[in-house]
C-alpha cells in the first residue's frame, strides 16, 4: 500500500495503509503492547483529555449513545501515548515489492489458505453464492488483514481513537470514526471489552473501520449479531459484500502476467492509464507465454484495464481488470491488490510469477534519498510537486521525463541507480 499518503486512501484502509507503509502483512508485524507507563507527556495532557471526553459523551449522548454505552465503552479509557506515537510517525523506508510479496504470498500461507478453504468451505460458499465473490479472494483478504483471524490488533478501538479524536493529524478522523463506533456497540454487534483493533480503528478480521463496519458488516450465521471478531461466517459474508459493493465483476480475472511487445511505450504502464483489453492487445500486449489477450474468455475484451510494471522495466509485467480495482478499494495499494489477487490464484492451484522479481537493483531509496531524487528533479526544472518523499502520480511523471532525456525508459520507477544519474547531470543555473 505502497504508498498513497493517508488523505488520499479511502477511509476503510487507514490502518491497513499503515500497514502497507510498513508493507508487513498483519501478521509479521510485532505485537502491539501497550506502554507500562504514560509518557511525560501523555500525563501532562490528561485533565485535558478528561474534560475532551466529558464534552465528546455529552455530544455522543444528544446524537442517539445511551448511558449504558457510553458508560461500558469509556469505563477504562486514558490516553494512549503508544496511539500518539503511532500517528506521528513517518515511515522512513518502504519494503521492495518482492520483499513484500515473498511475505504475503509465502508457500506457507498458501498451503495454510488451501487448507482453511476446505475447513470453511461451507460457509465460504455461502458468501461466495451471495455475492458472487469468489471464495479464494475472500479467504486472501482474510489471510493478509488478520492472518486468517489470529491477529485482531491489541488496542482497545474506543480508546485508540478517543486518542485519534483528541489531539493529532487524524482528529477529525478520529472523532467520526468514534462516534461510528459507539453506534456498533450500541446495536449490541460487539460488547465494548471486545471491541479491540488496530491503532487506527480497523477492527476484527476483516480490519473494518467503524464507519465502513456500519456500512458493509452483515450477519453471516443469522444470529442478529454482525461479529467480525469472532463469527467467521460473518467475516466471510462482510468482505464479499464490501467487495460486491465496490463492483466486483462475476466470473472475470483479477490480472495477468503479461509480455510487453519490444516497442513499448512504457511511459503508459501505469494504474490510472486505462484502455481496453482489446487496445492493449491491439499495441502487442499478450499473455505470458504470447497468447493472445482476447483469447481469455471470461474477461470483456472491451472492459478498462491498466498495465503495471510494479518493480519497474526490469520486473514481471501485468494486466490490471477492473476486479484489480474492486481490491484496492480495500486497501489502496499495488502490492496489496497484486498480493490479494495472486494468492488467491495459487489457492486455487496457480503457479507463481514467470518472470523474476530485479532483486539485484535494489531500488529501495529511504525517505532522505526519495526527498533527495526529488529535490533533484525540481533544481532541473522537472515538476514532482512538493519534495514530500512520496513517489506519487506527478513524480513519477517527473521521472518519465527525465528518464526520456537520460535515454532510459520511462517507466517511471525511483531506483539507487536514477539518484546516481541525476546527481552526476548538471543542474541549470
Ligand atoms: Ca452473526
Redesign the pocket.
Known sequence: MFVARFPLIPARVLGAVMFALAALPAAAQPSVVRMSAPVPDAADQTPAFTAWLEGFKAEAKAKGIGQGTLDAAFANVDLNPRVIELNENQPEFSRAIWDYMDSAVSSDRVSKGRTMMRKYRKSLGRAERKHGVPASVITAIWSLESNFGQNLGGFNVIEALSTLAFEGRRASFGREQLLAALKIIENGDISAGRMIGSWAGAMGQTQFIPTVFLQYAE?????????LWD?R??VFVSTANYLEQKGWVENAPCFDEVRLPENFDYAQADIGTEKSVSDWSNAGVTLWDGRSLKRRSDQDSGALAAVLLPAGHRGPAFIAYPNFKVVLAYNNAISYALAICQLSNRFNGGGSFRTAWPREEMPILSRIDRVELQTLLSQRRYDVGEADGVIGRRTREAIRVYQRTAGMKPDGFATLALLQSLRKSPAPN
Open positions: 450477519d453471516g450465521n443469522g444470529d442478529g449479531k454482525r461479529n463469527t461466517a460473518d
